[in-house]
């Protein structure tokens, strides 16, 4: 547009002066023209580059709002996730929380278990011995006559006719062991040993003395009754049964290394027998 002017000034001067000629003036004119046709076409192209830029521009703002309702999205996504998160991590506590309380659980089973396990062990044993300790000669008809007393109540009396006093204060401590009553047994085998200490039911009854204090789990008075079987009775067929079940009382009472050693010494002194069987089973429990 200055330039269109400066071309408008020009032919005006030019007639002023009276020095331009009409050829001159055509010329002139002509290169104005060329100038305005410059002119124009720059400004046409500048408008044009104006409508791309203002195209851009758009494109950019659009792209710009895209990106930050994108960036908007990704927030609300964000957030999300981090809720997300915090509930499993409260469902892994939770299920943390139910491991431990069944692991608790678990454990008392597992001491339950165990429980039963020595229960079901003391009356295996004690099944044991009851089928063998009193198997033998007179012991076998005195076991008979006990338990019909237990079972019979009145007729075990007719039973009872015609033994001594000794076998009826036997049988009658034998039966309060049977009965589970381990105070009174033990106290009526004590006292059967002081009337009569040197009988066929002495040993046993010194061997029943060390199963009273076993069953009341007081293993070490336990351990000194069953000594008392092998020291004041060592030709009687209890002493292999004492050994095993003062193994059985260290064991208990958590000494392994005695435990093992008598144990050892029952498989020595009592090979092919059911003691040693049974030594032998509980060291490899204890080796485990």
Request: aromatic share 8%; net charge positive; glycine share 6%.
């Amino acid at each position: 547009m200055k330039l269109r002017y400066a071309a408008i000034l020009v032919v005006y001067l030019s007639f002023l002066l009276g020095c331009a000629t009409i050829q001159d003036l055509n010329r002139l004119r002509g290169e104005v023209n060329s100038k305005i046709a410059a002119v124009d076409a720059e400004a046409k192209t500048i408008k044009e580059d104006n409508l791309i830029i203002h195209g851009e521009l758009k494109k950019g703002d659009e792209a710009l709002s895209a990106l930050r309702k994108r960036q908007a999205e990704m927030g609300a996504d964000l957030t999300e996730h981090r809720d997300n998160i915090q509930q499993l991590n409260g469902a892994v506590e939770s299920l943390k929380k139910d491991v431990a309380a069944l692991t608790a659980r678990l454990n008392r089973k597992d001491e339950e278990i165990k429980d039963l396990r020595e229960k079901i062990e003391s009356v295996s044993f004690k099944t044991n011995f009851l089928e063998n300790f009193l198997g033998i000669g007179k012991k076998e008809e005195l076991s008979e006559a006990n338990n019909k007393a237990g079972r019979t109540g009145g007729a075990a009396k007719e039973t009872l006719k015609g033994k001594t006093d000794r076998e009826i204060t036997y049988a009658s401590a034998y039966e309060e062991f049977t009965l589970g009553k381990y105070e009174k047994a033990r106290v009526d085998f004590q006292s059967f040993l002081k009337q009569y200490p040197d009988t066929e039911y002495s040993d046993n009854a010194q061997f029943w003395i060390g199963e009273c204090y076993y069953f009341e789990k007081k293993y070490e008075k336990a351990i000194l009754e069953y000594e008392k079987v092998a020291k004041n009775y060592p030709e009687g067929n209890k002493v292999p049964y004492a050994r095993l079940k003062q193994g059985l009382s260290f064991l208990k009472l958590g000494d392994k290394s005695g435990a093992k050693l008598i144990l050892q010494q029952v498989i020595k002194d009592y090979p092919n027998t059911n003691q040693a069987r049974i030594a032998r089973s509980k060291l490899v429990e204890i080796n485990r």
